[in-house]
């Protein structure tokens, strides 16, 4: 089992930024593949970053040039430093990660969501 506890969502003007942090707890040595997804009112659920534990990233094309991903292995927390903000990015945020088992089984885990908001 893998927890994730999400913080740093909330309200900023267009043009500003946020940090989106995530600490997992749990089956850490099991974790491969952290990052987070979004889902606005009435949208499906969609990718915005991901990295693996080696480091490779990658983004949705709406928000390349503005987010940022990192991790810290040692800490098991993945952060998104988010600027440029713009009122679509209003959403949802959730943290995930996907953890590999022994058995060759593999399991996604996710946060429980932090709001951010971006008036414009």
């Known amino acids: 089992q893998v927890q994730l506890v999400e913080s740093g969502g909330g309200l900023v003007q267009a043009g500003g930024s946020l940090r989106l942090s995530c600490a997992a707890s749990?089956?850490?040595?099991?974790?491969?593949?952290m990052g987070w997804y979004r889902q606005a009112p009435g949208k499906q659920r969609e990718l915005v970053a991901t990295?693996?534990?080696?480091?490779?990233?990658d983004y949705a094309d709406s928000v390349k040039g503005r987010f940022t991903i990192s991790r810290d292995n040692a800490k098991n927390t993945v952060s998104l430093q988010m600027n440029s903000l713009k009122p679509e990015d209003t959403s949802v945020y959730y943290c995930?990660?996907?953890?590999?088992?022994?058995?060759?089984?593999?399991?996604?885990?996710w946060g429980q969501g932090t709001q951010v908001t971006v008036a414009s």
């Open positions: 995930y990660t996907v953890a590999h088992y022994s058995d060759a089984t593999r399991y996604t885990y």
């Open positions: 749990g089956s850490i040595s099991s974790i491969n593949a």
């Open positions: 990295i693996t534990s080696e480091g490779s990233t």
